[in-house]
Nanobody, 120 residues
């Protein structure tokens, strides 16, 4: 059974960058064969969808304004999907989740999340 694990979260100062990764807990699986989405949930707020990347490696960002600071990519060597986040602000503080599915409209498999905390 496919299980996902996020990594790369942490505490950074405003203006810094982080690269989050999403991989299967078992190395026999490659998430690059699936549509992988990133979500985040700030403290006390609802979860929001950030982006997804297709198995062909084509990313889509929600909203489109995210594309300037968020970059999703596949890492075929590590069978993972990465999300690079630049110019972090305290408003980016949240739990970040990756989720995967066979299409980009339904993500039944979720990771436990990785915390990102940005200080001013």
């Amino acid at each position: 059974q496919l299980e996902l694990v996020e990594s790369g979260g942490g505490s950074v100062q405003a203006g810094g960058s982080l690269r989050l990764s999403c991989a299967a807990s078992l190395s026999i699986y490659s998430v690059t064969r699936l549509c992988v989405a990133w979500f985040r949930q700030p403290p006390g707020k609802e979860r929001e969808r950030l982006a997804h990347i297709t198995p062909e490696g084509v990313p889509t960002y929600y909203p489109e304004s995210m594309e300037g600071r968020f970059t999703d990519s596949q890492d075929n060597a590590n069978r993972s999907v990465n999300q690079q986040i630049n110019s972090l602000t305290p408003e980016d503080t949240a739990m970040y989740y990756c989720a995967a599915g066979y299409n980009c409209d339904h993500f039944p498999v979720w990771g436990p999340g990785t915390q990102v905390t940005v200080s001013s």
